[in-house]
Nanobody, 128 residues
Framework: QVRLVESGGGLVQAGGSLRLSCEVS?????????VGWFRQAPGKERIFVAA???????????YFGTFVRGRFTVSGDASKNTVAMQMNHLEPEDTAIYYC?????????????????WGQGTEVNVSS
């Protein structure tokens, strides 16, 4: 059974930082596909934030939505099956529920339909 569990959300003032973590279980190394972060603000659709996939050389590749503007980083620990997203310089517009998701593909895509396993989400609130 595939399971993704997010943690690290909370309330922070504008300009502050949060670190979200996603623990993935039930996926073996042979099908360790891309892991993405999405967010959904109240009344809005769920959108792509960032993603990571493990390259064949043991490194990682990452990709970010344009609105991130260098404020976020994503890292992964393959041995622990965890993916973390460090969010700095947070803005009130970043307020949303953040979801971790595992893709059906070994490379990064921005389409949420490619992500077939989802966590329950963690809430991020950024006050002005």
């Amino acid at each position: 059974q595939v399971r993704l569990v997010e943690s690290g959300g909370g309330l922070v003032q504008a300009g502050g930082s949060l670190r979200l973590s996603c623990e993935v279980s039930g996926l073996t190394a042979s099908n360790r596909n891309a892991v993405g972060w999405f967010r959904q603000a109240p009344g809005k659709e769920r959108i792509f934030v960032a993603a990571l996939n493990w390259s064949g050389l043991g490194g990682v590749k990452t990709y970010f939505g344009t609105f991130v503007r260098g404020r976020f980083t994503v890292s992964g620990d393959a041995s622990k099956n965890t993916v973390a997203m460090q969010m700095n310089h947070l803005e009130p517009e970043d307020t949303a529920i953040y979801y971790c998701a595992a893709s059906r593909l070994p490379y990064i895509t921005l389409d949420k339909r490619d992500y077939i396993y989802w966590g329950q989400g963690t809430e991020v609130n950024v006050s002005s």
